[in-house]
């Protein structure tokens, strides 16, 4: 508990998160149950409502922030070769306000009222009209906000101040920029989502109407402060995993990551842009022509930096001596998919089509391809790649590419027919829906629970890798994949015949002649 070594509190922050994922994933298998057919099957609209509300909250921030948390506080000492976190006592608090934030959501379930059904955005007037449920929660963000200020402080002073001598910005890791960027996107941002729950928790219970338009308030003013936090928010989100993934791809291509600089300005441009499209969000609340024009050309715009990142980890990929273990698989994975969840954000930014696409299950799908098959892939990935790092031992190799393909499959099934699901115009947060809609919802309640399952083999590997794990060679990335991959004849340097040749020819990390 009073440890302040970071690699015991990125631990923490690691189990933490996959407890709260095992957790999130437990209230999504409820809300597919539910939906498997027409009707009211197991719960009646408020716990569905519910459901819905806290597997988002839980989701984003009990999973999603603070395993990428977990992993900046493992990894970025290591990587700048500094020997700790800038402030260990803060990073030890930073971590212990997150237990009773999560104890607070998970028991507003238990009070008059329930959790609040609002939907994981709070948005007003409902959120200011719940009950003590809506208020626990607004406690649980607050409390979660300032351990995320708290460890974005950490990770900043920690990158600036205390790199290895030589190491200059340019030449830090690509999981170090983007952690850089997500600690000044998180300190940006978290004040305003604190500001819009306080001001919703004045408006229950002191007397002021923010939000209330009896008393001249204005209920999409809370939008507006909502999603100015909410769309950064999801490259807080997206940025670190963009930074593993830029660990790991050139790590089993045997190439250095293509066009460095061009990866750390395109992820300053996202950030930056990130902040210009909020109210893309917000198409449908009446706001004038020529706003929606900016902020659809603006969403637009944000496709073009994350294009060059998509753009780099092919070309790095591109003619090297790749191999494809676990880490690798899952990295390729997060390639494909986030750019399809990526293409799908494309459609729903022209103004046009996302007024007919608004709160349908076209958006569920989006936004999962982005967070699961992003934020979770990668991940997946991270752990893969650092679990010898961490434990000293190799996790299981077979089990762990069952683990992707198993992944990889159910999750397509569970969100690929939302998209036919939402162009037919099923509204998402109901728990009944037209029959014309069931066989769409079948095949992905199915594929939830399948996906869900997968989760179990990751969890077993892990812990099995822990206990009784082989040990890990000291640069077990180095060689070939450790299943499959049979080795290729080696051009040793004898072989050339000219001995200018050698001096062009391009060799990996064994020897072998990637290009002659």
């Not at 990935?381 to 961490?390: D, G, Q, R």
Request: net charge neutral.
């Amino acid at each position: 508990m009073y440890a302040t070594n970071h690699k015991d509190i990125g631990t923490l922050y690691l189990t933490f998160a996959f407890i709260m994922f095992l957790s999130g994933g437990v209230l999504a298998l409820a809300i597919r149950a539910e939906l498997f057919r027409p009707g009211l099957q197991f719960w009646q609209p408020e716990l569905f409502n519910q459901f819905t509300t806290l597997h988002g909250l839980i989701m984003v921030f009990g999973a999603i922030m603070p395993a990428f948390t977990g992993l900046m506080n493992w990894m970025i000492p290591l990587l700048i070769g500094a020997p700790d976190m800038a402030f260990a006592r803060m990073n030890n608090w930073s971590f212990w306000l997150l237990p009773p934030a999560a104890l607070l959501l998970m028991l507003s379930f238990a009070v008059p009222g329930g959790a609040a059904a609002a939907g994981w955005t709070l948005y007003a007037p409902l959120s200011t009209q719940m009950g003590v449920g809506m208020d626990m929660t607004i406690f649980a963000i607050h409390i979660m906000g300032i351990s995320s200020i708290m460890g974005s402080i950490n990770i900043i002073t920690t990158i600036l101040n205390m790199r290895a001598p030589g190491m200059t910005l340019m030449k830090m890791p690509m999981f170090v920029w983007t952690s850089l960027i997500t600690a000044y996107l998180l300190i940006a941002v978290m004040p305003v989502l604190a500001g819009a729950v306080t001001m919703v928790l004045t408006d229950r219970h002191f007397g002021t109407h923010f939000f209330n338009a009896a008393g001249g308030g204005d209920p999409v003013l809370y939008q507006h402060i909502f999603w100015f936090f909410g769309h950064p928010e999801v490259y807080i989100m997206a940025l670190p995993a963009f930074g593993v993934v830029s660990q790991v791809i050139p790590a089993f291509s045997r190439k250095p990551l293509f066009g460095y600089h061009s990866m750390v300005y395109a992820t300053s441009s996202i950030a930056i842009l990130s902040f210009m499209v909020w109210a893309h969000h917000m198409f449908t609340t009446g706001m004038p022509a020529t706003a929606q024009l900016f902020f659809m050309y603006s969403t637009m715009l944000i496709a073009v930096p994350t294009g060059v990142k998509v753009f780099n980890w092919v070309a790095t990929m591109w003619q090297g001596a790749m191999s494809f273990e676990t880490p690798m698989l899952f990295a390729i994975g997060f390639v494909c998919l986030f750019t399809m969840g990526g293409l799908s954000g494309v459609v729903l930014s022209v103004a046009a089509v996302d007024v007919q696409l608004q709160d349908t299950y076209y958006v569920v799908a989006h936004f999962h391809y982005v967070l699961v098959a992003g934020a979770l892939f990668s991940l997946f990935s991270a752990t893969y790649y650092w679990l010898p790092k961490w434990s000293g031992r190799m996790y299981n190799e077979r089990m762990g590419r069952f683990h992707f393909w198993w992944s990889l499959v159910w999750f397509n099934v569970t969100f690929f027919p939302m998209h036919f699901l939402g162009l037919a115009g099923m509204p998402r947060r109901i728990p009944d829906y037209a029959l014309q809609f069931s066989g769409f919802n079948e095949v992905a309640s199915i594929g939830a629970f399948l996906f869900g399952f997968g989760q179990l083999i990751f969890l077993y590997n892990v812990l099995w890798t822990i206990r009784h794990g082989p040990p890990a060679p000291a640069r077990p990335w180095e060689g070939a994949d450790t299943l499959e991959w049979t080795e290729p004849s080696p051009a040793p340097y004898h072989s050339f015949s000219d001995p200018a040749e050698v001096a062009h020819a391009e060799f990996d990390l064994n020897g072998r002649v990637v290009r002659r």
